[in-house]
């Protein structure tokens, strides 16, 4: 009897674990070079697109290019299926920034956006729209 319990208590846990590693979305562990080209509506001139290499892990799956002089907390972060969004709210020395974000994984490569609110104490307030690209590059260096 206690043999039966432990058996089926083994199967339900590996099922479970299981079920998880299902969960993760379609994403290869390494370094990533993402390219982010950012619009503002109301500017008059288009921003040039950026480009940046981050280490991108199922552990660590939100593209991000932190800059200096911002305190950011992580808000909450949601995983279904390939896609994974966030909510994010920065403070700086002039103000603050909400954003909201999504990408979805296809393996090797990811498409996503971000949505942000800027408040400014110069400049008032300000929405930008990111749209993001991802392709693996290679193993991340530690």
Request: with cysteine.
């Amino acid at each position: 009897m206690l043999f039966r319990i432990t058996l089926a208590a083994t199967l339900v846990f590996s099922l479970s674990l299981a079920g998880y590693a299902f969960a993760e979305p379609n994403m290869q562990d390494g370094m990533w070079e993402i390219t982010m080209k950012t619009e503002m509506p109301g500017m008059p001139m288009a921003i040039p697109p950026v480009k940046f290499n981050q280490c991108l892990t199922k552990k660590d799956l939100i593209p991000q290019k932190r800059k200096k002089n911002e305190d950011c907390k992580m808000v909450s972060t949601k995983i279904d299926g390939n896609t994974v969004s966030w909510v994010v709210k920065c403070r700086t020395k002039d103000g603050t920034i909400d954003s909201t974000g999504k990408v979805t994984y296809r393996g090797g490569g990811f498409d996503g956006v971000i949505n942000a609110v800027m408040n400014d104490s110069r400049s008032g307030k300000m929405e930008m729209i990111s749209y993001m690209s991802g392709q693996r590059v290679g193993d991340c260096k530690h």
